[in-house]
């Protein structure tokens, strides 16, 4: 216990995490190091500051009143019946976050997963497992979506999708989150209490915490998988307690849930539904207060409950994906984003070393912004391993819950943290025990005494953080999300006149027009695309993706250009990137000729470019008519006749800037199409990018 109290102090303050690589263009692994450095820097300094102003307080100010205040407080907390202490809990949680999607948000979705998530749960909800795509699906097509026999699909596994579909039938679509946000914070109020029977107020202020925790708050506010995965996991602990404290028949609820949450978030519902269940009934056995029937049978309905599950799952990935046990991630990445220590995605090695830089990220940042405190977490529970004598007989339920998905997704290369998003309630309860244990310390110490100026100085450190949390950490938190009016002139749904029936020509990037035509006309993994953007100027992989669509779409006899296919971390040493213009990543290799074609595709960007995922998932879609804009990607005037030609109905418009650095604009469509595309002539390079062939 103390060796892990010691891990987790050293984790909370060391920056392990900066072992990570991040040269070669790895921007997703520099902002990990940028976000923990943060996370880090307010640390330390909000530790020093809490500790300062601890000390001082203590000397100066008694905390006998405060301890009684406490106490009364914890005494109340804990005389409120359970039911209404669950279900009051479970409304303040589920409106926080409803007030943050409909007003921080403002309605609006936040996150590339969101919006993939909600364009299949829309068909799904149509009653289709996929959209169709008029055999054109370039035009939709965002990240985290693929083509499959059925249409146009999400990456993600069914459970979340389709509760999203029968959130949409209900016309609530984007209450789902905080309904499941409200839901786990109901159940975990109902299970702690019977996982901590010797420490009830603990178990309340723990919940008590979870409910208003802005790390869970602000993710519950939108539409991510991981609220319905918290709400089953948070059902299958509750069930397996009644069940070991009451009849078997608890099992087959445990495992019904348990095996939902696999097909949702399939690592950590694997590691905590096995905790939760096993984690849960084993200990007795092991005690000798039950035999092993006993166990057998729970087993036995868990495996009952959860089957089902199991054969649904396979039947959707065969049917969606071509196996039982391939996943969408597979089927649209490859086996690298699988689990294991190989390349991931982008090209980029993932072992030991990545592993344990990751953790110490995850570590770092959640110690954080679970409670935006000005110390971390983290090193609160680490002190508290360390010097604790009297732990909780359930002390390694709480333990493996917080730590299980953390050890689990060592194992997995992507990270935030919003992946330890089920643990959070371990966490807190670890928290709240480690802030009632080391406030409470020597409570018989004589006035004056060393032992009674650390035990008020503790408990003034906790005063101080709960200030700084609610004055500061918490406000600061929640404005880093506001939207800024430049983002909101490009993801909101512009206003189109009165009664028309609009499809709307988003005029994304160059690049995301390439990987468009190449992941739909040209039948390219995503994660061959990835590296091939990088590893390539952008005017040879544009021609390698016009080519490669005439040979896989229509069969034709033609050449492939060379291009580097190589899934390796960077780029050639000869490709620069010249700051052009905002929102346009152009690559070019010195002394490159640019044909026509190419010069064409870089001068319509010339203005900027707008992203087509905010705004897709807001329209009507493909085979969906309920009266609002289709939106769909600009691929220029030629190729877009195919997708005017099909909707000769609707009124074509086109969504683009217009003027530098200017916000985008709506405007007639065969104006668009003269502004952006009616010259040939690219305007000139800057002075230090590439100049020949431009």
Same mark, same amino acid.
């Given at each position: 216990m103390q060796a892990l109290g010691a891990v987790l102090l050293v984790l909370a303050f060391a920056p392990v995490y900066r072992l990570m690589e991040t040269s070669g263009e790895a921007r997703y692994r520099e902002i990990a190091v940028d976000v923990s450095d943060a996370a880090l820097q307010y640390g330390v300094w909000g530790t020093v500051v809490t500790l300062l102003f601890a000390f001082v307080l203590a000397v100066l100010l008694p905390t006998e009143r405060l301890r009684a205040a406490a106490a009364t407080a914890a005494s109340r907390l804990v005389a409120i019946p359970a039911w209404a202490f669950a279900l009051t809990l479970a409304f303040v949680a589920a409106g926080l976050s409803t007030l943050v999607g409909q007003y921080l948000y403002q309605g609006l979705l936040t996150n590339v997963d969101e919006m993939a998530s909600t364009v299949h749960a829309r068909y799904l909800a149509q009653g289709t497992l996929g959209g169709p795509t008029h055999g054109m699906p370039e035009f939709w097509l965002i990240p985290n979506t693929l083509v499959v026999p059925d249409g146009l699909v999400s990456q993600y596994p069914p459970t979340h999708l389709f509760a999203m579909a029968g959130a949409e039938l209900l016309g609530i679509p984007l209450l789902l989150g905080p309904i499941c946000f409200g839901a786990m914070v109901a159940l975990v109020a109902l299970s702690l209490p019977r996982v901590l029977p010797e420490r009830p107020a603990a178990a309340r202020v723990a919940v008590s915490l979870l409910a208003v925790c802005p790390l869970l708050v602000l993710l519950s506010g939108g539409a991510l998988n991981h609220t319905t995965t918290g709400a089953l996991l948070a059902t299958a602990l509750y069930a397996a307690l009644r069940g070991r404290d009451g009849s078997a028949w608890w099992a087959v609820l445990s495992g019904l849930a348990v095996g939902l949450a696999v097909a949702d978030r399939p690592l950590t519902s694997l590691v905590l539904g096995a905790l939760f269940t096993l984690g849960t009934w084993a200990p007795a056995v092991l005690?000798?207060?039950?035999?092993?029937?006993? /166990?057998? =049978?729970? !087993?036995?309905?868990?495996?009952?409950?959860?089957? %089902?599950?199991?054969? +649904?799952? @396979?039947? *959707?990935?065969?049917?969606?994906?071509?196996?039982?046990?391939?996943?969408?991630?597979?089927?649209?990445?490859?086996?690298?984003?699988?689990?294991g220590f190989h390349q991931d995605p982008?090209?980029?090695?993932?072992?030991?070393?990545?592993?344990?830089?990751?953790?110490?990220?995850? /570590?770092? =940042?959640? !110690?954080?912004?679970?409670?935006?405190?000005?110390? %971390?977490?983290?090193? +609160?529970? @680490?002190? *508290?391993?360390?010097?604790?004598?009297?732990?909780?007989?359930?002390?390694?339920?709480?333990?493996?819950?917080?730590?299980?998905?953390?050890?689990?997704?060592?194992?997995?290369?992507?990270?935030?943290?919003?992946?330890?998003?089920?643990?959070?309630?371990?966490?807190?309860?670890?928290?709240?025990?480690?802030?009632?244990?080391?406030?409470?310390?020597?409570?018989?110490?004589?006035?004056?005494?060393?032992?009674?100026?650390?035990?008020?100085?503790?408990?003034?450190?906790?005063?101080?953080?709960?200030?700084?949390?609610?004055?500061?950490?918490?406000?600061?938190?929640?404005?880093?999300?506001?939207?800024?009016?430049?983002?909101?002139?490009?993801?909101?749904?512009?206003?189109?006149?009165?009664?028309?029936?609009?499809?709307?020509?988003?005029?994304?990037?160059?690049?995301?027009?390439?990987?468009?035509?190449?992941?739909?006309?040209?039948?390219?993994?995503?994660?061959?695309?990835?590296?091939?953007?990088?590893?390539?100027?952008?005017?040879?992989?544009?021609?390698?993706?016009?080519?490669?669509?005439?040979?896989?779409?229509?069969?034709?006899?033609?050449?492939?250009?060379?291009?580097?296919?190589?899934?390796?971390?960077?780029?050639?040493?000869?490709?620069?990137?010249?700051?052009?213009?905002?929102?346009?990543?152009?690559?070019?290799?010195?002394?490159?000729?640019?044909?026509?074609?190419?010069?064409?595709?870089?001068?319509?960007?010339?203005?900027?470019?707008?992203?087509?995922a905010p705004l897709v998932w807001q329209g009507d879609l493909p085979g969906i008519e309920e009266g609002r804009p289709l939106f769909a990607r600009d691929l220029g005037p030629e190729r877009n006749r195919a997708l005017l030609d099909l909707y000769p109905e609707r009124v074509a418009l086109a969504f683009t800037p217009t003027t530098v650095d200017g916000p985008p604009q709506l405007m007639p469509y065969a104006s668009a199409m003269e502004l952006l595309w009616g010259r040939s002539e690219a305007p000139p390079a800057p002075p230090s990018g590439p100049t020949s062939g431009i």
């Open positions: 005690a000798g207060a039950r035999p092993v029937r006993w /166990l057998a =049978t729970r !087993g036995l309905g868990t495996v009952a409950g959860g089957a %089902p599950i199991a054969v +649904l799952l @396979g039947w *959707y990935n065969q049917r969606l994906f071509g196996s039982p046990t391939t996943l969408g991630y597979s089927a649209a990445f490859g086996e690298r984003h699988g689990l982008w090209g980029y090695p993932y072992g030991w070393t990545e592993a344990l830089a990751f953790t110490s990220a995850d /570590l770092v =940042t959640v !110690g954080i912004q679970l409670l935006e405190t000005l110390f %971390p977490l983290t090193a +609160l529970i @680490g002190v *508290y391993l360390m010097v604790g004598r009297r732990f909780p007989r359930a002390i390694g339920l709480l333990l493996a819950w917080a730590f299980l998905p953390v050890l689990a997704n060592g194992y997995y290369w992507f990270h935030t943290a919003r992946m330890l998003y089920e643990a959070a309630p371990a966490w807190l309860a670890l928290s709240a025990l480690a802030a009632a244990d080391l406030s409470s310390r020597a409570e018989a110490a004589s006035p004056g005494s060393l032992a009674a100026r650390a035990r008020d100085a503790c408990a003034w450190a906790l005063v101080v953080a709960a200030v700084g949390s609610l004055g500061w950490g918490t406000p600061a938190r929640w404005q880093s999300f506001e939207w800024t009016q430049e983002t909101l002139d490009r993801i909101r749904v512009p206003a189109l006149p009165a009664g028309q029936s609009a499809l709307v020509f988003v005029h994304a990037s160059w690049n995301e027009r390439t990987s468009s035509t190449l992941q739909g006309a040209g039948a390219m993994r995503q994660d061959t695309i990835i590296t091939a953007l990088r590893r390539n100027s952008s005017c040879e992989l544009h021609l390698y993706a016009e080519a490669r669509e005439e040979l896989v779409r229509f069969g034709r006899s033609v050449t492939l250009p060379e291009v580097d296919l190589e899934q390796v971390p960077g780029s050639h040493p000869d490709i620069e990137v010249p700051p052009l213009w905002a929102g346009s990543t152009v690559r070019m290799r010195r002394g490159e000729p640019f044909p026509d074609t190419c010069r064409r595709q870089l001068a319509s960007d010339r203005f900027g470019t707008v992203a087509l």
